[in-house]
């Protein structure tokens, strides 16, 4: 009696949300979070595609006449409710959801084997399960652009840089100061094979999550004395983290943050304590980009837009949606390339469009997105496509460029990639594809 | 009118006895199980039993877990996430290094782990009483989310910590799609349940709701204090564990600490409340309130929206919902302290009367 009370409800429910949709049409789902303690990632992030969207509705008419449209769904970055909205989400538009962005390592983690079994292509754009990399492994996986281990070489190479050469690095003292969580954990692995290449010591320190509270992983940190902290923090840790350093007497100078810790949410809130802080970067923040500006024009000025208060506009989270906008609709124009132009594309489709998407320098120059993001080229034994990183430097007001991009170092990745990956593969039973043989 | 025992005449012990004493109870009953076991799986698509029912059968039956060291037995407890992450990893290390096993096999050794795990932070409970006993059970919830983050041998020495729960299968017939998935988690929670109303109504239940009611006189009479609070810790934990191994097998897929947070202590604990303390009925109501309803408000506002054309910003939507949803549980424990069960209860006897009240 009680399922049928809560099936009436909820086909009630179904009934309000199930929408009519015209057929000329790609469906994207937005499922992020706008409320708790990362919503500002998550609605930054998600304000910055669904612009995107709107941009090129607005100004192309979609893509080769496709219309764009989305639908939000609150994940409050749980687990289950991002299981919950990509259950709800997968079957919308007329060929279901085109690709899924997680923004949350841990619900990526939850969908690779439902959304590779439904043929809908993931995005984790500079998150998620490092060695999805492997594309013969994960077909519809795409940690795109970075994922967290190139990254850590990258950074370990601008701390080479900033001591004068790589060999300066033996017998420096690194400290990893990581969020406690899938997250936090994944670069450990890769931090403990450079140091024993390079000849550094590190020490890993966790902190519970949300990291509202560090008073005794600062007092590690002085007790170690450490030439470099590396801040591997997400949402309000790492604020917390700058004032304990300040207060630890650590010069903010010798941290350096990851993309997850490097946006002006993460460094407003400690005030001067941020000031002279590094944080790496695959997106650089700002509005004087093209596309930028277009988003001005074709987007805000109709009132439109996804960021309410608008000085968040260009801000690093704004700039990264932008970005992840980007990708999305290349992979589909890609798709539309081969599989017919100015049609919408199944989820299938675009995971060829999205491993064949080659986004060089003169298509960077086209999409006005120069210097916003680097280039991008993804095959089938690659998803990540891209592997370079910029750093930052917070002077208190804004976030300054201070590098070019910094290739990571694939010849230490991509080997614990492979390995990583056909463990994975080994414990699924799974035959990795043959590149050679992908049309 | 329909609902009536007139005329139902009780001649056995047997039949005095029976779960159901009332023929219309029995027989909706039967309904509702041939309903979930046949109906659901072939009207219900991917979206509804994957992501909606299968998710409340395990938290209901978390809540069920709960509701016997809570509600029967009286002992607050906050570490119900605890073990339930306890079952889910031990199942995947059961699976993973003795594969011959079988997966119900490793469930249930799970849960026994879960159980004994349970057993060792009931002690204090022989001591101390209430509120500090939750900050007790608070201590399992750290103590055992630290361990599993900290030793990599539960997550198989995964870097990140989280991994991906195997395919699960009994006698070679895989459970991979989401109506399979749905109809074992049904089938292992009607099982449980059943057993938990049995056991309550059996002399151990009784003993739990002695010690519940009143400790001194409880041991006066006879009742083994130890005992009986540990094998309510056991029996409780045996249960949470269960739905954890059912959580990272058939719901999420992936078996990791962060999913066992604090959060979900509480939320098992809102369930019981909200259900109903002491009520297997009220385990599955309360889980039905908490699990659904912000899915069910979420659907709406997105519905209403649409429907209107109003563009309303989602975050204030979101943050409404939240708003909504704590008013709700503040207006029912209002209305209804003892939980949705009660008010179930209530309707019954009105419909036994109606339509002639006097």
Redesign the interface.
């Known amino acids: 009696m009680k399922y049928k009370v809560i099936a009436a409800t909820m086909l009630a429910a179904a009934g309000f949300a199930g929408t009519a949709s015209a057929q000329n049409e790609q469906f994207v789902p937005a499922n992020f979070y706008w409320v708790g303690p990362y919503a500002p990632g998550g609605s930054g992030f998600g304000g910055g595609m669904i612009d995107y969207f709107a941009l090129l509705n607005a100004r192309d008419g979609g893509i080769n006449g496709v219309k764009l449209t989305w639908e939000k769904c609150e994940t409050e970055y749980r687990n289950d409710r991002g299981v919950e909205c990509y259950e709800r989400s997968k079957k919308k538009g007329p060929t279901g959801a085109s690709v899924i962005h997680p923004l949350s390592t841990g619900i990526t983690y939850s969908l690779i084997e439902k959304a590779t079994a439904d043929k809908i292509p993931v995005i984790s754009m500079g998150y998620g399960r490092t060695d999805a990399s492997d594309g013969r492994v994960f077909p519809y996986i795409f940690p795109l652009i970075t994922n967290y281990w190139s990254q850590n070489t990258a950074k370990i190479k601008f701390i080479g840089m900033k001591e004068g050469g790589m060999q300066n690095l033996r017998g420096k003292k690194i400290v990893n100061i990581y969020h406690d969580s899938a997250y936090g954990k994944e670069t450990i692995p890769v931090l403990d094979v450079q140091a024993k290449k390079y000849g550094f010591q590190v020490t890993h320190i966790a902190v519970a999550h949300p990291g509202n509270e560090q008073q005794a992983q600062w007092l590690q940190v002085r007790q170690i004395r450490p030439d470099w902290v590396i801040l591997r923090g997400w949402g309000v840790m790492n604020p917390t983290a700058l004032k304990a350093a300040q207060r630890a007497g650590f010069p903010r100078e010798k941290i350096l943050g990851v993309w997850w810790s490097g946006a002006e949410e993460d460094v407003i809130p400690a005030g001067d304590a941020a000031k002279g802080y590094y944080a790496a970067g695959f997106n650089l923040p700002g509005t004087s980009f093209p596309v930028m500006q277009d988003v001005l024009k074709h987007v805000y000025k109709g009132g439109k837009g996804e960021m309410e208060d608008k000085s968040r506009i260009g801000s690093i989270y704004h700039t990264r949606g932008i970005v992840a906008g980007i990708v999305t609709t290349e992979g589909i124009r890609k798709a539309q390339e081969r599989f017919g132009k100015g049609k919408p594309m199944t989820g299938e489709q675009i995971r060829w469009g999205l491993e064949n998407m080659n986004i060089d320098a003169k298509r960077l120059k086209e999409l006005g997105a120069v210097g916003l993001m680097q280039p991008l080229k993804v095959s089938c034994l690659d998803h990540e496509g891209g592997g370079a990183v910029k750093f930052l430097q917070w002077d208190g007001r804004k976030w300054n460029v201070v590098s070019d991009w910094i290739a990571s170092d694939q010849s230490i990745v991509r080997p614990m990639i492979e390995a990583s990956a056909a463990q994975y593969a080994k414990e699924k039973g799974i035959t990795p594809r043959d590149c050679s043989r992908e049309k | 009118m329909l609902y009536r025992e007139a005329g139902q005449f009780k001649s056995t012990y047997a039949e005095d006895q029976q779960i159901f004493p009332i023929r219309q109870d029995r027989v909706?009953v039967s309904l509702?199980l041939a309903?979930?076991f046949v109906v659901?799986p072939a009207i219900g698509?991917?979206?509804?039993l994957?992501?909606?029912i299968t998710?409340f059968l395990i938290f209901a039956l978390a809540a069920l877990g709960l509701n016997i060291l809570t509600g029967y037995a009286g002992q607050l407890s906050l570490g119900t996430a605890a073990f339930m992450a306890v079952g889910a990893f031990m199942t995947y290390n059961f699976v993973l290094r003795m594969p011959w096993l079988g997966i119900l096999p490793s469930i249930i050794l799970a849960g026994l782990c879960a159980a004994a795990v349970g057993i060792v932070f009931g002690l204090p409970s022989l001591r101390i009483k209430g509120f500090y006993l939750a900050v007790a059970t608070l201590a399992c919830q750290f103590f055992v989310l630290w361990v599993l983050?900290r030793f990599g041998w539960f997550t198989n020495y995964s870097?990140?910590?989280?991994v991906?729960a195997?395919?699960i299968a009994i006698l070679d017939f895989p459970f991979n799609t989401p109506e399979r998935k749905y109809l074992l988690t049904l089938g292992i929670v009607v099982v449980m349940a059943l057993a938990a109303k049995n056991l309550m109504r059996s002399e151990t239940g009784r003993a739990f709701m002695a010690v519940r009611d009143m400790d001194v006189a409880a041991s006066v009479i006879g009742i083994p204090m130890m005992k009986t609070k540990l094998l309510a810790f056991a029996i409780s934990s045996f249960y949470c564990g269960v739905a954890g191994a059912l959580h990272a097998f058939c719901?999420?897929?992936?078996v990791?600490p962060?999913?066992y947070?604090l959060d979900l202590s509480f939320r098992i604990l809102f369930m019981v409340i909200i259900g109903g303390v002491g009520s297997i009925l009220g385990s599955?109501?309360g889980a039905?309130f908490i699990t659904?309803f912000p899915?069910?408000l979420?659907?709406?506002s997105?519905?209403?929206s649409?429907?209107t054309g109003v563009e309303v910003?989602?975050?204030l939507i979101?943050?409404l919902?939240?708003i909504i949803f704590g008013g709700l549980i503040v207006f029912f424990l209002i209305v209804e302290p003892q939980g949705l069960a009660r008010l179930w209860q209530i309707a019954k006897e009105k419909l036994r009367l109606w339509p002639f009240p006097h």
């Open positions: 909706a509702l309903f979930a659901v698509d991917q979206y509804w994957g992501a909606i998710p983050q870097s990140s910590g989280v991906t195997q395919q719901f999420l897929g992936t990791e962060e999913a947070s599955f109501l039905a659904l899915i069910f979420n659907l709406v997105t519905g209403l649409q429907a910003s989602h975050a979101s943050n919902e939240s």
